[in-house]
């Protein structure tokens, strides 16, 4: 199957910093997806991006598809921003079903 | 307002015990999942749908079952075979091959006591 890496998996912040999320994948997939995982466990939907770039709010992601990677960036980060944020995809080999990349642990200080 | 929802939140089981997590959505989707998600990990497959009637077993599906017998429910049992169900349970949905963006409830955290 395929390979999700995530890196890096930790990451601190002070709050007003920016930083960048990085997910790399080890074939061609159809579906790439970031989520935000808060502290009570659910998983928010921050952006469906199997190519391109998108931008909401402080938030924007860039998928490069030939080159199997995909960027997160979140600017001027607030303690709401902690959590966990995870990359997954599919591909043609996975029907519709996802692979998660193992998340990048943000925490974002006062 | 529409959603997914998994019922119960918190969920206690003595060992050699089934129990049965509860996913409903009323998105009309036509895909559902179930993920397991252990302390620090990703999420790992367990089963998923993508009909009425017919379901797959995804990466980790020992000690698990599930039916699809309508549209917006898709119920999880963990079985007493399953040797290590304490974890966090994810539901998820998503609305077919030509939108296949996927969305989750809340979680159901199993504990065994």
């Known amino acids: 199957g395929i390979q999700v890496e995530q890196s890096p998996p930790d990451l601190i912040l002070q709050e007003g910093a920016n930083s960048t999320l990085r997910c790399n994948f080890s074939d061609s997939v159809n579906n790439l997806q970031w989520f935000h995982q808060n502290p009570w466990g659910q998983l928010i939907n921050l952006f469906y991006?199997?190519?391109g770039t998108k931008q909401n709010g402080r938030l924007s992601a860039t998928t490069v598809a030939t080159e199997r990677y995909s960027l997160l960036y979140i600017s001027s980060s607030q303690t709401t921003d902690s959590g966990v944020y995870f990359c997954?995809?599919?591909?043609?080999?996975?029907?519709?079903?996802?692979?998660f990349g193992s998340g990048t642990q943000l925490t974002v200080l006062p | 307002d529409g959603g997914i929802t998994q019922s119960p939140k918190y969920l206690f089981r003595k060992e050699g015990q089934n129990v049965t997590l509860s996913c409903e959505q009323n998105l009309n989707h036509d895909a559902m999942y179930w993920y397991r998600q252990d302390p620090g990990q990703g999420l790992r497959l367990i089963y998923y749908?993508?009909?009425?009637?017919?379901?797959q077993k995804g990466d980790i599906a020992e000690g698990y079952s599930v039916s699809r017998e309508k549209k917006e429910s898709f119920p999880l049992t963990v079985t007493s075979a399953q040797k290590n169900p304490t974890a966090f349970y994810l539901c998820?949905?998503?609305?077919?091959?030509?939108?296949?963006?996927?969305?989750f409830g809340q979680g159901t955290r199993l504990t065994v006591v």
């Open positions: 749908s993508q009909i009425v009637n017919d379901f």
């Open positions: 998820a949905s998503s609305p077919g091959p030509a939108s296949p963006e996927a969305f």
């Open positions: 997954a995809v599919t591909y043609s080999g996975s029907a519709r079903q996802l692979t």
């Open positions: 991006i199997p190519s």
